[in-house]
Each structure stands twice: as C-alpha cells, then as structure tokens.
C-alpha cells in the first residue's frame, strides 16, 4: 500500500461519496488509476463502502453493550451464534472479565429484555452475561488513523497537498 493508496482511504474516510475526479485531482495521478486502485482496496477487503444509517431514525432506542462468559471450549459456537442475531451490531473476542462482548440495538426495553433472556441466554455455551445500556453516544467514529509503511507516520493534510 502506497501513499496514493493511503490518500483514497483517508479521502473517503471523510466523505465516501467524493467522486475519483476530485481525489484523482488531490493526488496529481488519473481518475483511471484511482478508479483502479479502489477496486484493488475493494477486492482486498481493506475497504468497503457503504450508507451507515443512524439506527435511532429508525427507532432502535435501546442500544446496550453486552459482555458475554462463555463455557470452556465453546467460544466459537456462542460466537457465531450471537453474530447471527439481527440486533447485534459488533461483536468481538475479549481477554478479560468477558469473553465476547457485543452492541445491540433494540427498539425498546422489552425489546432487549427478550434478546437477552429469551436468544443470548439460550444459546448453548453461554454462561452469563452483564448488559450496559448505553446513555448516550460521545463518539461514533468510522475514521481510522492511516500509517505510511514502517515508520508508522500518520499521513496528514500538509503531506497529501504534496503528494505527486
């Protein structure tokens, strides 16, 4: 991954509906090398592009962070389990108190009252779990910081003004 590269992720990052023109215009090299250069990230899995909806339009007013012990030796089972669940949002391998812990988002109390007690806790292999309603949201971030090979430098906006 080049610095061209490390420039389209960054661009679209900030707005993923900017057209290969502008960032082709940015970087100084062809909308067709651009346009080439996503699909390669594209196929390579490092980026996908899509519409992230605000789950509270849509009346999701219960989101909740659910940490999740599980039996020895039936972590991947209760993994794919919990991934299947429609209200889970994120799921990840812990070390430490959890094993798994996951964010939902359910319409309402009931509504995650009954994912909790009547799916998670029903699924073979959990232990217990622990839910942390979420009060409200201080950063919701889909940016990541992007590195330059092994020096592991941020590319910043005075570096992509001077790329070629």
């Not at 699909?39 to 849509?58: E, K, W």
Request: hydrophobic fraction near 40%; proline fraction near 6%; aromatic fraction near 6%.
């Amino acid at each position: 991954m080049d610095e061209v590269d490390l420039l389209i992720l960054q661009t679209l990052q900030q707005d993923g509906r900017i057209p290969f023109r502008q960032i082709a215009r940015q970087s100084g090299v062809s909308e067709t090398t651009i346009r080439s250069r996503y699909r390669s990230l594209t196929a390579q899995g490092i980026v996908h592009t899509v519409g992230v909806v605000d789950p509270y339009a849509l009346g999701f007013q219960a989101p909740a962070l659910v940490g999740v012990a599980v039996e020895p030796g039936t972590m991947d089972q209760v993994a794919r389990a919990i991934a299947e669940l429609p209200e889970v949002s994120y799921l990840v391998i812990t070390l430490g108190s959890w094993d798994l812990v996951c964010e939902v988002f359910c319409r309402d109390l009931p509504h995650m009252s009954y994912l909790i007690t009547e799916q998670i806790h029903r699924i073979p292999g959990v232990r217990s779990t622990e839910t942390l309603m979420i009060a409200r949201s201080c950063k919701l971030s889909y940016r990541w910081p992007l590195y330059a090979g092994p020096e592991e430098r941020v590319v910043n906006e005075a570096e992509r003004e001077e790329l070629p």
